[in-house]
RNA sequence: GGGGAGAUACCAGAGCGGUCAAAUGGGGCAGACUGUAAAUCUGCUGCUUCGGCUACGUAGGUUCGAAUCCUACUCUCCCCA
């Protein structure tokens, strides 16, 4: 019984900003003994994203602290569907589905934490494990009769949906996450479970199993909805979600994402998504003011979980290609660039082959090949002066010619600075 | 079952016989300014062989002419029983 932790874990999250509620005692409990706590993932996608990230941090720096992390992929769960935060009925999802997203979504989850670190080493759970033999029967006589219909109907997740209906399906849903810490508790003395605000609810539905069927204690800790200073969603892009796997968003998309981040977000975001200390941070917060257009902390951040996720390989790629893009892109240097560097610092670009380029106006070119929506809009935009070839500015009456290929092979398009499309000649 | 209101572009929402490819706001895209930020300002936001063509829930009708009037249908919302 002579634990002591690395840090304060609740303390350090307070002044990352990723502190949102926590059950009373649970900073004792950090305090006191090293804890078990665990994270739910759900396994809609074959791939986690950036939404993902907190959780994620999370358990981190649960171990970080000293404590042991589970990260908790629900092949149950997902089975079932989380209403949490839908507006509507969700779709469900085959087995098949399920189990392989489960599969790559544990391949990431693995990279985050440390797997042999003695009794703190971290481990993956699938609660379809435990679930796989109750059968209904059992669940609603040993668990469904600890939980009243009134107390899961008070929650918001279930309020929300009454006027437009909800399915017992997902009705139940905190139920079956309620028992996963239940079980881990009785089976793994897991005392903690954490995960975002809007896993409130269920996370209490769980520490309620435990205190009426185990008359046990549970603990419980959620870090707040990450927002951005606009408004707008955090997580998006253009193209959707902001994935973990490369083949989804290739890291020069996600390190551009980052790279986006605006002045008052990114003093919020360092703190949560980096683990550099608090005077690391306090510091470059301080630098970044005397000379925001150094964009040190867009720097910072976005290299770092660029790294993180991708590797030093896959941040070199993105950093390349910003230079190329955003540096002074001339169509010098694009020139110069080989060809495997061209298509690596290009991949996740939209591509089009085309057979014959002397001579054709640009107009069709952006209509036909599909970089834009029609004949009118690529004359609006070449009125707009936002299209450039090659990274230099075209007008509408720019015709090709063969010298446009570079190594004779491929053509850059642009339309205003984000926008790209890659013309590869057959 | 009875009564009422409505359905317009990505969204909200005006228009109520011609001047309507449709006001306005939001969103989106681009340009300027900057720092690949924010804010601000400006332009654009159906297709086209640039002659036109297709669009205002669906199908018909009236009219020289309809988003606008009439009929039927479908759907949505509200009130009463």
Redo the contacts with the bound molecule.
Sequence with gaps: MDFSPNYNLVEELKWRGLFHQAVPGTENLLLEEMTTGYVGFDPTADSLHIGNLVPIILLVHLQRAGHKPIALVGGATGMVGDPSGKKSERQLLDSSTITHNLESQKKQLEQFLDFDKGLNSAEVVNNYDWFKNISFLDFIRDVGKHISVNYMMAKDSVKNRLEDGMSFTEFSYQLVQGYDFYHLWKEKNVKLQMGGSDQWGNIVTGTELIRRKGNGKGFSLTAPLITK??G?KFGKS?GGNVWLDAKKTSPYQFY?FW????????ERYIKIFTLHDKAYIDNLIQEHRNA??M?LL?KDLSAYITKWVHGESGYNTAIAA??I??GKATSESLRNLSEDDFFSIFEGVKKHQIFEIQGVNIVEIC?ESGFL?????A???L????VSVNSEKVTEDFNFSNTDLINDKYILLQ?????KFILIKK
């Design positions: 200073s606009d707008s253009e551009q790279m986006n981040t605006s002045d008052e977000d990114a925001p257009h964009r867009q910003s230079n893009l955003f209509a929506a029609s004949k009118s809009e004359k609006r935009a009125k707009e002066n936002s339309r205003g600075k984000k926008n």
